[in-house]
């Protein structure tokens, strides 16, 4: 059963092309690079025509570099998959070269001609390959079963059936127009998404992330739990400016886990430590992930607007994870590094200031009011511009060419991700599938808000199950997301962040959790296992969606009492929670203490000011008690946590 699951999840996995290949690849990348560029900065191309463009230019090099399943050849291309690149590459060519028609033409009005229905065929079929290499064969199929209930949902009965949709209406809608394949995600990803990922690549590439590394290990390396809080620290660091858990778990947790390892940290929570740091990158501003991108282009809310309520849920969600980490550290007796292995503080500043510069240029930047693509171009160059002033990782022509090549073959999966989300939205469009997932919501949930939002919760997370975030996202704001707004009279900000919360989280949920997959890799411990505790982790994260809605001051903070009381109380909730669901505050609490405790918490998440007291006359006295009568110890246990 295991392994027909994990089959469902499995991708090909990236090729290691050598020679002449790898050279026209790279090449190839870096051209594309320089493309986006300029298409996003100086160029006005309209934006069907520029996401058709992309989605071709990324489609040709995604079947050499991406092999058809874990175990094909990692170095050689076989025949079949020079097959798909030349049907890529002539359907590709076709699209550019008819791009003026396609931008142009009246969809639905003029009916498609064979040559146009045998490539707009040829693309859905090539972005469904591509999506089940780069994402897995669940996300396709996923794809597949929206695209059967398209073309055969007339022949189903009752609220869920709809009108005839023929293969050339199927066609027309998710191809020819920017409500499918060429939609909103593809849209991202070829704009903000991809600036940012460059961002990160050249940052990552100037020396930035050691840097990042160097100052977390300054900061926390030598208290309780020390390796586990420079992991929380770095991968938040880092993943912000990654936006990918996966990416973040790949790149920290190969220097994090093996430290932790080293200094008798379980595998098993050296991993749950890094995947819960790390998926927390997606949703901690400055720059977030590609679902807060996607949010703000299907939303139209500003992304500085989304920046700027993220910040309070970001720090709780940070700070859940500290405690809960020095918590354990604490109960386990895990000590902190020693002196000579904790750089000083000052020298890393003195020696890495430069990186903190380009951050600098970012927030000012976004709160100057430039759209998201300048801001990462900004961000970009003043990376490059840093670079200089650090020997060994100045970026010069060869390192700006790396950068551009790594970023494109980066973002192969992404793209391929995104455009199989859009044919779901352009499914769901012409079917009114939104509305009638509603209904069903609408029929389970009656008028009773808290249920409607623990449905929709969960039906994110399942959505999310072994796909990337923005996928989820989504998949989520197409079906849900309507229901929440016009149903239940949430504020539209809200309730997306609330969804985009959830997407967040999939990526370490079992029973798919991408990122624990990842992780596990490198530690060796089963994946369920880490992804159990890493949600026991990020314990916060699973209850602050739903102060957005009942709680909505922590999204808009300003100076009233009724905004300072709620954060109070769901601060100090976050604390509640995190002593709750360790169970020890410098001794073992007892399982009265510890409900006390948790319940106590969950209560000061409510609107209801009341039930916030009657929360904080539970649980402050215990705390209160403990800490009065209990000296500061911690024993080494032999439990896996």
């Known amino acids: 059963m295991m392994g027909f699951i994990n089959s469902l999840f499995n991708v090909g996995g990236r090729r290691d092309l050598q020679g002449p290949l790898a050279i026209t690849v790279k090449a190839y990348a870096a051209a594309v690079g320089l493309w986006v560029l300029w298409e996003t900065t100086f160029a006005r191309v309209d934006a069907l025509a520029a996401t058709a463009v992309f989605l071709c230019l990324i489609l040709p090099p995604s079947f050499i570099m991406v092999r058809a399943s874990p175990s094909a050849s990692e170095t050689k291309v076989p025949w079949s998959d020079w097959i798909l690149v030349g049907v890529s590459l002539v359907t590709s060519v076709y699209f550019i070269f008819q791009i003026e028609v396609i931008a142009t033409r009246i969809s639905l009005f003029l009916p498609l001609t064979t040559v146009q229905m045998v490539a707009a065929l040829a693309i859905v079929l090539l972005a469904l390959e591509i999506t089940r290499r780069t994402v897995g064969l669940f996300l396709m199929l996923i794809v597949v079963a929206f695209t059967a209930y398209n073309l055969f949902g007339h022949l189903l009965s009752g609220p869920l059936g709809h009108g005839y949709i023929s293969l050339n209406h199927f066609l027309d809608v998710n191809v020819f127009t920017g409500d499918g394949l060429f939609g909103v995600p593809v849209r991202v990803a070829a704009t903000y998404v991809f600036l940012f990922v460059m961002f990160g690549t050249f940052l990552e590439k100037a020396g930035g992330g050691e840097f990042f590394f160097r100052i977390a290990a300054a900061i926390a390396g030598r208290s309780h739990g020390g390796p586990a809080k420079i992991a929380v620290i770095s991968s938040a660091l880092f993943g912000t400016m990654s936006g990918s858990p996966t990416s973040d778990v790949v790149t920290t947790g190969s220097i994090t886990i093996p430290m932790m390892k080293r200094l008798n940290y379980s595998p098993r929570l050296a991993s749950a430590v890094e995947v819960a740091a790390s998926t927390g990158g997606s949703i901690l501003p400055p720059v977030m992930g590609s679902a807060a991108f996607i949010m703000a282009e299907y939303t139209g809310i500003s992304y500085i607007n989304i920046v700027v309520a993220s910040i309070i849920p970001a720090i709780l969600y940070y700070a859940c994870i500290m405690m809960q980490v020095h918590l354990r550290s604490e109960r386990l007796a895990l000590t902190g590094l020693s002196r000579d292995e904790v750089p000083p503080l000052w020298t890393t500043l003195r020696e890495g200031w430069v990186y903190i510069v380009p951050l600098v240029v970012l927030v000012v930047a976004l709160v100057q009011g430039y759209s998201p693509t300048r801001v990462a171009v900004f961000a970009t160059v003043s990376v490059v511009v840093a670079s200089w002033f650090r020997a060994g990782y100045r970026l010069g022509p060869t390192g700006i060419y790396e950068g551009l090549s790594a970023t494109t073959i980066r973002m192969l999966g992404v793209t391929g991700a995104c455009a199989a989300a859009g044919l779901v939205i352009g499914g769901i469009t012409m079917t009114g599938l939104a509305m009638k ?172 000011y009341v039930v916030s007291m009657i929360g904080i006359a539970m649980a402050a006295p215990v705390v209160y008690f403990v800490l009065a009568r209990t000296r500061k110890v911690g024993t080494l246990e032999s439990v896996e946590p």
């Open 437 to 608: 997932f509603s209904y069903i919501t609408f029929a389970l949930a009656g008028d009773n808000m808290a249920i409607a939002l623990l449905l929709s919760g969960a039906v994110t997370i399942l959505l999310g199950l072994g796909m990337p975030t923005p996928s989820a996202y989504v998949l989520a704001a197409v079906l849900i997301g309507p229901t929440l707004v016009n149903e239940f009279q949430i504020p539209l900000l809200n309730a997306h962040l609330f969804l985009m919360y959830f997407a967040v989280l999939s990526a370490m949920t079992p029973p798919v959790a991408v990122a624990a997959y990842a992780a596990a890799a490198i530690s060796d411990a089963n994946p369920i296992g880490i992804a159990l505790s890493a949600c026991k982790l990020a314990l916060a994260a699973f209850v602050l969606p739903f102060a957005f809605v009942y709680a909505p001051s922590i999204l808009a903070p300003d100076l009233e009492w009724n905004t300072i009381i709620q954060i109070t109380t769901v601060c100090l909730g976050t604390v509640f929670l995190a002593v709750g669901a360790e169970g020890f505050l410098r001794r073992k609490l007892g399982r009265g203490e510890r409900a006390l405790i948790f319940v106590g918490g969950l209560m000061m998440f409510t609107p209801s």
